[in-house]
């Protein structure tokens, strides 16, 4: 990610020096805005944006923002948008070639609220990840949800585990860029829910087109593994996306 200096940064650091910290902040527009394979508009496009602050010592925090819809939710008490807020710590382990990073992860919906979502439907969870070479593997966990509240399990309910493994090999030709993912979704909720079928896997490539000063431009797509109580849709999905750096 390509990070701006600002004087902003000396401030926040209270005197340091301005080689200590950056500020960055991007912009992006999605056909289909999927997470872990599920998409969270309905289908429709999407408009998303952020802001980070980073520290040379491997402290970071931010926050980031895209419109959504959820079809289960009632029109009157539905959330539009998805704010997160995030901070983490990550560097090297020595010299071994192998990265960490550790993040605690708000994902707020204001507006949520009707019956057919159980009410509020925030949650928050705690990550950590191992990186070498161009593999990076991910575990993130649940460790609080509103929904806790009305005592049904369901999907992101506390104890839920998500595990990925990405693949990036860090080259390009003319520009182009691919990637790689597979992730799993272990949802606590699963078989207790009148013996919901809640878990899945999900997969998927990308291709990115660096534009230089006019951002980057992706195809991207994603599957999931077997439609179930979770989400009916196990047909592969195409995006498009561009994003920009700051």
């Given at each position: ?8 940064a000396t401030a926040l650091l209270a005197g340091a020096s301005v080689a200590q ?216 999905n195409f995006w498009l996306g561009w994003a920009k750096d700051f």
């Open positions: 990610m390509k990070h701006t200096k600002t004087l902003l910290a950056e500020l960055s902040a991007n912009l992006g527009v999605q056909s289909n805005y999927y997470f872990r394979g599920v998409t969270q508009t309905g289908d429709s496009a999407a408009v998303s944006g952020g802001i980070d602050y980073a520290h040379d010592s491997g402290f970071y925090l931010g926050t980031w923002m895209s419109n959504v819809d959820f079809d289960t939710q009632d029109s009157d008490s539905k959330a539009d948008v998805e704010i997160d807020g995030y901070a983490g710590f990550g560097n090297d382990i020595g010299d071994t070639g192998i990265g960490y990073d550790v993040s605690a992860w708000y994902y707020w919906y204001p507006g949520a609220g009707g019956d057919a979502q159980g009410g509020d439907i925030d949650y928050a969870e705690a990550s950590g990840s191992l990186s070498w070479a161009w593999l990076t593997g991910t575990v993130a966990y649940t460790f609080w949800s509103e929904l806790e509240s009305d005592n049904k399990p369901r999907a992101f309910d506390s104890g839920d585990l998500y595990y990925s493994l990405g693949v990036d090999p860090g080259w390009s030709y003319e520009g182009f860029a691919p990637t790689a993912f597979i992730g799993h979704y272990e949802f606590d909720a699963d078989g207790d829910c009148n013996a919901c079928d809640l878990n899945y896997t999900h997969w998927g490539i990308g291709i990115s087109k660096d534009a230089g000063d006019f951002g980057s431009f992706s195809v991207n797509y994603e599957q999931i593994d077997d439609a179930n109580d979770f989400s009916d849709d196990d047909n592969p």
